[in-house]
């Protein structure tokens, strides 16, 4: 269904009241993501997959010069989705439940993965947040996390690199793993429910993979519910 100027993938579950997962991501993943999902959590859970989105532009939140030569500026625009996402989108969503969800997560990829913490220091429509991968590169970001507060306390917060992220030629990246690694440690010192895995291989290495772990790991209310040591470290 299209809502406002987005693409919504809704798979709803069968039971009233089951957690929601929005997922910021790329156009026609929904199906594949929630069998993955569902299959690593073992959970009913409904999900909501949002595509047509202009990663550079709605994912950022503030202007930045881009990370790669042949692509845009990054534009800054994730207060105005953030905005659209919470007033316009979420409450259709939500309609189409028949049920309020027992919760709502936030979860993404890369740039999404970006969007779900910049969101958690935002806003107060979520209650849990994964970032599979996420541009924890992005100048200024972890400084602005670890000097504002979150409207909401998040119940849990799952995060997750590459192990050959941090590898990367490019200057601006390299940061990624030392900077998911501060925002994790920043997290456990506030008695938050976090998570941090190590995955094996570079950005680009089983995505969709390493998505299903992250929104399969807000589904558990235990930390030792889902294992992640198979594919690096993880608590």
Avoid at 117 to 130: N, V
Wanted: proline share 6%.
């Amino acid at each position: 269904m299209r809502i406002c100027d987005k693409e919504v993938e809704l798979f709803a579950s069968k039971r009233p009241g089951a957690p929601l997962i929005v997922v910021n991501g790329e156009d026609g993943e929904g199906k594949a993501l929630r069998g993955a999902a569902a299959t690593v959590a073992g959970a009913d859970f409904s999900l909501a997959a949002i595509g047509g989105i202009c990663w550079e532009e709605e994912l950022t939140p503030w202007p930045a010069p881009s990370a790669f030569s042949k692509q845009p500026p990054y534009a800054g625009g994730a207060d105005g989705y953030l905005k659209q996402l919470t007033e316009s989108i979420l409450p259709q969503i939500i309609g189409q439940l028949g049920a309020p969800p027992a919760y709502i997560a936030l979860a993404g990829y890369s740039l999404a993965g970006l969007f779900a913490l910049y969101a958690m220091y935002r806003t107060d429509a979520f209650a849990r947040f994964a970032s599979a991968s996420g541009s924890l590169w992005y100048p200024g970001f972890v400084e602005y996390v670890l000097n504002h507060e979150m409207p909401r306390r998040p119940e849990r917060v799952y995060l997750s690199v590459g192990d050959r992220e941090a590898r990367t030629r490019n200057a601006v990246m390299r940061p990624v793993e030392e900077n998911t690694r501060r925002l994790y440690g920043d997290l456990r010192d506030r008695g938050i429910d976090a998570a941090f895995e190590l995955n094996s291989g570079g950005h680009f290495d089983d995505p969709l993979g390493r998505l299903a772990r992250a929104v399969a790991w807000t589904l558990t209310d235990g930390r030792d519910s889902i294992d992640h040591t198979e594919n690096g470290e993880a608590t």
